[in-house]
């Protein structure tokens, strides 16, 4: 009789397409989950997968058995999700991804207040602005930015985020504050790293300006920007939620405030197209109404 523990471990590298996905999302190392595979062909009589040192590819019997199984896997674990949030108590882990400065925006002291309330879960985030394998890191709910670009994960966009011009007190005193959007070209200007190069786009009240921007520093991560412009190394162009505090603060002024980046937006975005467990949907709830207490624009309610 097939050990449907095992059946499960297979679902879960099929998914992430590799021993070590399933492994970090199943907790394990990644040796037994390569056991428990082996294991499981040697109850099936067949090879469900095709090992190489660069891929692990479904062999035709592997293809077979994944078509058949994993819908039945997925029922299983919906029929357990449905008992367990019968007791409408969230438990367990939920892992979250989300561009590096997430934890600025979203804050330490409002996650503290979330996991006091719900003391059953288990909070554990990847924080990067790269395009994570988010199937493969065994992700339950990622907030990105930009189009969606896994066929695997489901998106839904939730918020429009605008970009305001920044600088420090220090630096604008030393350089002078500019009065128009052509003047930014002669200042040090902070910009994140893009494959489209240092030019920027603004929308102001007699229309759309585009100017060439550079200056002595440029990162990948908005985080690392909004540090360098608090040191005083120039002008920034950042998301209006990332440098809110600061502006209260005082620690920034912002630069040409008639001019804004609109149209970035951030989405929420699932692995699978099922009905997500009780404590990812609670999280989502309450990070979407901090995320709507800041000065960001919600769209929508989370689903």
């Not at 011009?165 to 500019?178: D, E, F, I, M, W």
Request: glycine share 10%.
């Amino acid at each position: 009789m097939l050990n449907l523990n095992d059946v499960e471990i297979f679902a879960h590298v099929v998914r992430a397409g590799s021993f070590a996905g399933a492994a970090r999302r199943l907790e394990m190392p990644a040796n037994s989950v390569s056991r428990r595979i082996q294991q499981l062909e040697r109850e099936l009589g067949a090879r469900l997968f095709q090992r190489s040192t660069r891929k692990l590819t479904l062999t035709p019997a592997g293809s077979r058995f994944a078509e058949r199984s994993l819908p039945a896997i997925d029922d299983l674990g919906l029929a357990a999700q449905e008992v367990m949030d019968g007791s409408r108590t969230p438990r367990g882990s939920v892992r979250v991804a989300g561009p590096a400065d997430f934890l600025h925006i979203l804050s330490m002291e409002a996650v503290a207040g979330f996991l006091q309330a719900h003391p059953e879960v288990r909070l554990e985030f990847i924080l990067d602005d790269a395009m994570t394998d988010l199937v493969a890191e065994g992700v339950d709910v990622a907030f990105r930015g930009g189009p969606l670009a896994d066929s695997r994960m489901v998106a839904r966009r939730v918020l429009d985020v605008r970009h305001v011009l920044v600088a420090s007190p220090a630096y604008l005193k030393r350089r002078g504050t500019p009065r128009q959007v052509a003047e930014l070209g002669a200042h040090d200007c902070i910009g994140q790293l893009r494959p489209r190069g240092s030019r920027w786009q603004l929308q102001g009240p007699d229309g759309v300006h585009e100017v060439d921007v550079a200056g002595p520093f440029g990162a990948n991560s908005a985080r690392a920007v909004l540090q360098a412009c608090l040191a005083g190394l120039g002008i920034a162009l950042l998301p209006e939620g990332v440098v809110q505090s600061d502006l209260d603060g005082r620690r920034l002024r912002r630069v040409l405030p008639a001019c804004v980046r609109d149209g970035g937006h951030l989405s929420i975005m699932y692995p699978t197209r099922h009905r997500p467990p009780l404590a990812v949907q609670v999280f989502v709830e309450f990070a979407l109404r901090c995320l709507h207490a800041g000065p960001l624009r919600v769209r929508g309610a989370a689903a």
